[in-house]
């Protein structure tokens, strides 16, 4: 079965930076399209970036600027690179993939704090 298994997180000072990982088994990576998601306390699940199984890139308004996507077809990963990091940025941070012709992102990892101090 797909596992998604993220790590990176922790805690930062605003204005620095960090880099999660998403390491995915048990699919086709190559054609997944992958993405992060965020949900802070008392709020619910949003969209942060994705890149798609052709390398397509899309970025929440909220982080485009800030974080980049990137993917590692060799290596089954999707890194999210994080910079100019803020306070609203903390948040548990999700992996997901959406096979190919699928509508939604249908696996999903545990996710991996990340919290920043002002």
């Known amino acids: 079965q797909v596992q998604l298994v993220e790590s990176g997180g922790g805690l930062v000072q605003a204005g620095g930076s960090l880099r999660l990982s998403c390491a995915a088994s048990?699919?086709?990576?190559?054609?997944?399209?992958m993405g992060w998601f965020r949900q802070a306390p008392g709020k619910e699940r949003e969209f942060v970036a994705a890149?798609?199984?052709?390398?397509?890139?899309s970025y929440s308004d909220s982080v485009k600027g800030r974080f980049t996507i990137s993917r590692d077809n060799a290596k089954n990963s999707v890194l999210l690179q994080m910079n100019g990091l803020k306070a609203e940025d903390t948040a548990i941070y999700y992996c997901?993939?959406?096979?190919?012709?699928?509508?939604?992102?249908?696996?999903w990892g545990q996710g991996t704090q990340v919290t920043v101090s002002s």
């Open positions: 997901a993939s959406k096979a190919i012709g699928r509508p939604k992102y249908d696996n």
């Open positions: 890149i798609g199984w052709s390398g397509s890139i």
């Open positions: 048990g699919l086709t990576f190559s054609r997944y399209a």
